[in-house]
């Protein structure tokens, strides 16, 4: 079945700083990649998401990158605020329509 | 539109006993799943439904956990009987078509075993 593993699994960053997560997935079929944001005692939100047929999707200051071939996606946050603080999670679906998470990235904002 | 519903939002109970979780997803989603979310980790697929059938139950310890999809609605997830390791965030998602579009979560529940 679908395996993902994601990296770091902490990343401290200073105000204004760059933050990049990585991920990798094992299953071929898998043509949906969502990544999810979830602060401490409330539930995953959708911040992106990209498909298999596009290479690289931006939404302001969030960008997602998508390498196919080599089975990895990639979260990009840019100039990065207190209030991106939070665990980041990503998401793999492919065969069977199975949603699989990654094991999360706790990202720490520093003023 | 009304998000996903879960209920209760707090359980404690004691090794062995039994619990039962409630959720009722976004009006017109065909997909269902349940979580485990253990402190520190990300969620585990339990069990996927599309409608009112199962997708995917790899990962639900079936000696322990069932779970329901009636008429393609509200679900519940139980325990019988609970251990200790069972204490997590168990939460519930719906999405309109599958693992194709976003999955919408619940507030989750919080289980307390002990």
């Known amino acids: 079945g679908e395996n993902v593993e994601q990296h770091p699994s902490t990343l401290s960053v200073q105000e204004g700083d760059s933050a990049v997560i990585k991920c990798t997935y094992s299953?071929?079929?898998?043509?949906?990649f969502p990544w999810y944001k979830q602060e401490l005692g409330k539930r995953p939100q959708l911040i992106i998401d990209?498909?298999?047929?596009?290479g690289e999707k931006k939404d302001q200051r969030i960008a997602v990158t998508l390498n196919k071939t080599a089975k990895h996606f990639s979260l990009h946050i840019t100039e990065t605020q207190p209030e991106d603080s939070a665990v980041y999670f990503c998401a793999a679906s492919g065969g069977f329509q199975k949603l699989v998470f990654g094991t999360g990235t706790r990202l720490l904002v520093s003023p | 539109e009304a998000g996903v519903a879960q209920s209760p939002r707090y359980k404690i109970i004691e090794k062995r006993q039994s619990v039962a979780f409630w959720c009722n997803p976004i009006s017109g989603h065909a997909t269902l799943y349940w979580y485990q979310q253990i402190l520190g980790q990300g969620p585990k697929l339990l069990i996927q439904?599309?409608?009112?059938?199962?997708?995917?139950d790899s990962q639900l310890p079936k000696d322990r956990f069932s779970a329901e999809r009636l008429k393609g609605v509200d679900s519940t997830l139980k325990i019988q009987p609970a251990k200790l390791e069972d204490s997590a965030v168990y939460l519930c998602?719906?999405?309109?078509?599958?693992?194709?579009?976003?999955?919408?979560f619940g507030q989750g529940t919080r289980l307390t075993v002990v």
């Open positions: 439904f599309q409608n009112n059938g199962v997708v995917d």
């Open positions: 998602a719906s999405s309109r078509t599958g693992g194709f579009t976003e999955a919408f």
């Open positions: 990209i498909r298999s047929n596009v």
């Open positions: 299953d071929s079929a898998s043509n949906y």
